[in-house]
C-alpha cells in the first residue's frame, strides 16, 4: 500500500540534501542501455518490447472518470492458441499502476506468468493514477475537483465498473481477482457497499491484504494519521488534491538513474531510507531495477487516499470517509461514518500476508480474517523476511506467491 509514501521521502531527502552536496562527486552515468529503455516506456510499449500481446482499454465511469484498462490476453511463449481463458483482474496499490505488473519483465512479473499460465490477464488502473488521469470534465491540473476521492470511491464506483467491462469484452460471467494491499482494500469496499459483484468473483486472492491499520509498526504513519483529516481540509482548502505532483514527472526517473542505480554512489541510501519506513527487504530486492522502478512508481494518487486509510488507524474502524460531523449526516445519514461490513464479503478469498509486513501486520490480517464473509484460506508466506513490497517485486515472488496463487486459482476453476 504505502510503498508510495516510500518512495516519495526517497525523492524527497535525495534531492533536498544529498544531490546537492555530491555535485563534486561524479555520478557515473553507466547505466545498461535496457534498464533505461524499460524506465523510459510505459505499460503498452513495455509490454510489446518483451513480444507479448498488449490491448489498452478506455472505461468510463459513472461519475467521469477515465480510466485505461490493460490487457494481455495470451502468453508470448506457451499457449497462446485460442483456447477458452479464465479471466484474471489484478488491481495494484496506493501509488502503483498496473506497471507493477510487469516491470520487472517476463518470467518474473506477475501479470507474464499469468499469461504464460494460460489466463487472459486484466491490469487494472484505479482513478488519479497516471493511466487513469483523465475525466469527461474535470481536470485533475486545475483546482481539486478532480482529486475528491479516496479508496472508497476505487472500490465502489472503479472497480465494478473495470470488472464488468473486463467481463463484457470477455464473455464471460466471472472472474478471478488479486488485489495488493489497496488493491484488496478497495475490493472488501466494492463487495461490502455493492454484494452483488460477490457473485462475479470466482477467487480472490490477496496480497498483503490492508483492512485495519491498529498494529501497523511504522511510528511516521501513526504520527501522520492523528492530523490526516485536517491535512485533507486544508488540502481542499487551497485546492491541491493531488499527492506531490511533482513525483508524476521526470523527477523520479532522473532520481532512480542518477542515485539508485547499481553505478550510483548514493544506492545505499536510497535502501537505506526504503528500510527506514519499512515495507522493503534487501534480500529479496534486485537493486539493479531501481531506475525502473522509481520511473514507474509512485504513479500518482490523491491526498484523500492516505487520509482515509490515517482515519482507519486513527479510529480502529474499517469505515466509509469521515467528512466530520454535520457533512457525514447530510452523505450517509448518521453522525460517523458507516463501518464496511466485511461479512459482506462472500467471494472466497485467500489471504497472502507476509510476517514481517509492517503496513499489513499479522494481528491486522487475522481480524481481517475473522471478520470476511468466505474465508477460504490465509497463508503466510514462507519466508520470514518477506515485506510489503516484495509481493510485486521481490526476487522470489514467484516461487514463494504466484505459484501458489494459480494453484489456488486452478482449484477454483475445477470447483465450477
Ligand atoms: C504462439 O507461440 C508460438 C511459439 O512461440 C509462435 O510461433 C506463434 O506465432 C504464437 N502465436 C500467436 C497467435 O501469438
Ligand atoms: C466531494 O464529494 C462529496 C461527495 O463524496 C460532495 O458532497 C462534495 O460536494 C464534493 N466536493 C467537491 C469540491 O467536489
Ligand atoms: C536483477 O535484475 C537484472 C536486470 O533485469 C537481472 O539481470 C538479474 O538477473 C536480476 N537479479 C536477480 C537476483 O534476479
Not at 461519475?63 to 479471466?87: E, Q
Not at 472503479?158 to 478471478?176: E, F, G, Q, T, V
Not at 541510501?269 to 525502473?292: A, H, K, Q, Y
Not at 514462507?382 to 515472488?397: C, E, K, V, Y
Request: glycine share 8%; net charge neutral.
Amino acid at each position: 500500500m504505502l510503498g508510495g509514501i516510500v518512495l516519495l521521502c526517497l525523492c524527497v531527502c535525495v534531492a533536498s540534501g544529498h544531490y546537492g552536496r555530491s555535485d563534486g562527486i561524479s555520478l557515473d552515468p553507466k547505466v545498461p542501455e535496457e534498464i533505461l529503455e524499460d524506465a523510459r516506456l510505459k505499460v503498452p510499449a513495455l509490454v510489446r518490447k518483451y513480444g507479448y500481446p498488449l490491448e489498452e482499454h478506455r472505461v468510463t465511469t459513472a461519475d467521469g472518470y477515465i480510466l485505461t484498462v490493460h490487457r494481455i490476453p495470451h502468453g508470448r511463449d506457451a499457449g497462446n492458441g485460442t483456447t477458452d481463458r479464465p479471466v484474471v483482474f489484478i488491481m495494484h496499490g496506493l501509488m502503483s499502476s498496473s506497471a507493477d505488473w510487469v516491470l520487472m519483465g517476463p518470467n518474473k512479473g506477475l501479470a507474464y506468468i499469468l499469461a504464460e499460465d494460460g489466463f487472459d490477464v486484466w491490469l487494472g488502473n484505479a482513478r488519479g493514477t497516471r493511466y487513469s488521469r483523465q475525466h469527461i470534465k474535470l481536470n485533475p491540473d486545475s483546482g481539486a475537483e478532480f482529486w475528491n476521492f479516496s479508496w472508497d470511491e476505487i472500490g465502489n464506483i472503479d472497480l465494478p465498473a473495470m470488472i464488468d467491462y473486463a467481463l463484457d469484452k470477455s464473455n464471460k460471467k466471472r472472474l478471478h481477482y488479486i488485489g495488493h494491499s489497496q488493491g484488496t482494500t478497495s475490493f472488501w469496499v466494492m463487495c461490502s457497499l455493492r454484494p452483488d459483484y460477490n457473485q462475479k468473483i470466482i477467487s480472490m486472492n490477496a496480497l498483503a491484504p490492508v483492512a485495519y491499520l491498529t498494529y501497523n509498526t511504522v511510528p511516521l504513519l501513526k504520527e501522520i494519521s492523528l492530523f490526516s483529516t485536517v491535512f485533507d481540509k486544508l488540502s481542499n482548502l487551497i485546492g491541491v488534491g493531488e499527492i506531490l505532483p511533482i513525483t508524476n514527472s521526470l523527477v523520479m526517473r532522473w532520481a532512480g538513474e542518477k542515485l539508485c542505480s547499481d553505478t550510483a554512489v548514493f544506492q545505499e541510501i536510497c535502501t537505506d531510507i526504503i528500510f527506514l519506513i519499512g515495507g522493503w527487504n534487501s534480500l529479496e530486492f534486485n537493486r539493479t531495477m531501481f531506475p525502473v522502478i522509481l520511473a514507474h512508481t509512485p504513479a500518482g494518487a490523491s491526498v484523500r487516499q492516505f487520509t482515509h486509510y490515517g482515519q482507519v488507524m486513527h479510529s480502529g474502524s474499517f469505515r466509509r470517509f469521515n467528512h466530520l460531523g454535520f457533512w457525514n449526516y447530510k452523505i450517509y445519514g448518521t453522525w460517523d461514518p458507516p463501518l464496511y461490513d466485511l461479512s459482506q464479503v462472500k467471494a472466497p478469498v485467500f489471504l497472502r500476508y507476509s510476517l514481517s509486513d509492517p503496513l499489513a501486520h499479522v494481528d491486522d490480517v487475522e481480524r481481517l480474517a475473522k471478520e470476511l464473509g468466505n474465508l477460504k484460506a490465509k497463508t503466510s508466506i514462507p519466508l520470514s523476511s518477506f515485506s510489503h513490497l516484495d509481493f510485486m517485486w521481490g526476487i522470489n515472488a514467484k516461487k514463494l506467491v504466484y505459484d501458489q496463487v494459480i494453484a489456488d486459482m486452478r482449484r477454483m476453476e475445477e470447483s465450477l
